[in-house]
């Protein structure tokens, strides 16, 4: 007789990437990142298969939400088409990719244990299976805070962000909001 219910919450866990960094400040490339994840194994493996895959900052049933505009997704053999289109090569399977001699390695900060720092060593498989190598750094929630997020001292970041029910994300995106105190945690 009992009845399972299933609620969904206006939170999303996001990687960002930070645009001014020398490597990703490459539009094309942090397509390529985001475009070679895996979404739906990311859920299945890192979280039990609870919640949803997105690729917006608007959530399912937010005014404004549409899969209209979503990016295709690539698999792991055109990710590394994209990325050898992009110059990034691979002299052997396996190997970190390179250009120009500098190597394809990224920083990845999030927060320590649960959730979150299983999504970043899926992140970090599915980027090692396409030539790039991370380096995970999982800290606790004051650290990554006042050491990461305030002065933007990262590569990538993976957190958790509540949109609450507005769906008006000026704050998470506007470049008035990039600088400590503000929420534009890409810029």
């Known amino acids: 007789g009992l009845k399972q219910y299933n609620?969904?919450?206006p939170d999303i866990q996001t990687l960002f990437f930070a645009t001014g960094d020398p490597v990703l400040g490459d539009k094309n490339l942090r397509s390529i990142l985001s475009r070679s994840i895996n979404r739906q194994q990311i859920l299945d493996r890192a979280t039990g298969s609870q919640g949803s895959a997105l690729t917006q900052p608007l959530l399912p049933g937010q005014l404004g939400y549409t899969n209209k505009f979503a990016p295709a997704p690539l698999d792991p053999a055109?990710?590394?088409?994209?990325?050898?289109?992009?110059?990034?090569l691979q002299t052997k399977?396996?190997?970190?990719?390179?250009?120009?001699?500098?190597k394809l390695e990224l920083k990845l900060a999030t927060l320590s244990g649960g959730e979150l720092e299983r999504?970043?060593?899926?992140?970090?498989r599915q980027y090692s299976d396409i030539g790039i190598d991370v380096h995970i750094t999982a800290t606790d929630r004051d650290q990554l805070q006042q050491s990461y997020m305030r002065p933007r001292n990262f590569q990538m970041l993976l957190y958790g962000l509540n949109l609450g029910s507005d769906p008006d994300v000026y704050s998470f995106w506007h470049s008035s909001q990039i600088a400590d105190h503000g929420v534009n945690l890409s810029a």
């Open 7 to 9: 609620f969904t919450l």
């Open 78 to 88: 055109a990710a590394r088409r994209a990325l050898d289109a992009a110059g990034w």
């Open 93 to 102: 399977p396996g190997a970190v990719r390179t250009k120009a001699g500098a």
């Open 119 to 124: 999504v970043a060593n899926e992140i970090k």
